[in-house]
């Protein structure tokens, strides 16, 4: 397990100031009537793709460096990856399941069907878990995601909060130029720069860090109903 670590960027201001400028077309989006001026933008879905572990890993902590008790840590870009999961009005979501997963350092996945199996980081745990603190706050220990043929950089992501799937989506990181022509990415929110712009996420030096390690925070709105299981008015 890793400590929580302190993230200092904000992509919920990149939501307000947002929703600041949203006018009465984009009304759709939102999910909480009467509440427009306070409702934040929900993060884009995405979808799950292929390769979410068809065995998980022997050890699904958050910290995707190590696995178990191993003394040999998994090679990459260390980034310290988290964020705060809340509802459109801001409220945190306690024990809300974190779940990310994502390729090796040379682009390859945990899964029986994907590709180069053989030549898998065998210390990288390649997907990890997370239950949100009752500040809404999750975070992993991972590595910078590389590209692999035919997809940008990015981390997969799926969110559960009381046994039903309310988020699925993928992060992706910010700068990267193959972002532009990535067949997803070009997809997101229907190709609303505004609304990809909520899942592209700096990676950012570490300040405190001397070993290069780099820091990423995306939180992540999601839209819950009076009806869902878990809801603070339900
Ligand atoms: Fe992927």
């Known amino acids: 397990m890793i400590p929580i670590n302190s993230y ?3 992509n919920v201001c990149h939501r307000r100031h947002f ?3 949203a006018t009465a077309g984009t009304a759709t989006l939102f999910t909480v009537p009467g509440a427009l001026a306070e409702a934040l933008q929900r993060t884009p879905t995405d979808v799950e793709g292929p390769f979410y572990p068809d065995k998980l890993p ?11 008790d191993k003394l ?3 090679v990459g ?6 964020g705060v999961v809340m509802d459109t009005k801001g409220n ?12 090796d350092n040379q682009g390859i996945y945990l899964h029986s069907k994907a590709p180069d199996q053989d030549k898998r980081d065998h210390n990288f745990q390649s997907y990890g878990r997370f239950l949100t603190d009752s500040k809404g706050r999750y975070h992993f220990r991972t590595i910078r995601p590389p590209a692999y043929p035919g997809r940008t950089p990015h981390i997969h992501y799926a969110v559960t909060y009381h046994g039903k799937r309310i988020l ?3 992060l992706y990181v910010a700068g990267e130029k193959q972002n532009a022509k990535d ?4 997809r997101i929110g229907g190709g609303n720069p505004e609304l990809q712009k909520l899942v592209t996420i700096p990676f950012k030096p570490l300040a405190t860090s001397k070993l290069g390690e780099l820091t990423a925070r995306m939180d992540l709105v999601v839209g819950l109903t009076p009806a869902d299981p878990g809801h603070p008015e339900g």
Not at 77 to 82: E, S
Not at 92 to 103: C, G, K, M, S
Request: charged share 20%; with cysteine; aromatic share 8%.
């Open 8 to 10: 200092t960027d904000c």
């Open 19 to 21: 929703l600041r400028r």
């Open 58 to 68: 022997l050890d699904t902590d958050n910290d995707l460096l190590l696995i178990n």
């Open 72 to 74: 040999t840590p998994a």
């Open 77 to 82: 870009a260390v980034t310290y990856l988290g």
């Open 92 to 103: 945190p979501l306690r024990n809300a399941l974190v779940e990310i997963w994502q390729v």
């Open 168 to 170: 699925t989506t993928q």
């Open 183 to 186: 067949f997803l990415y070009r």
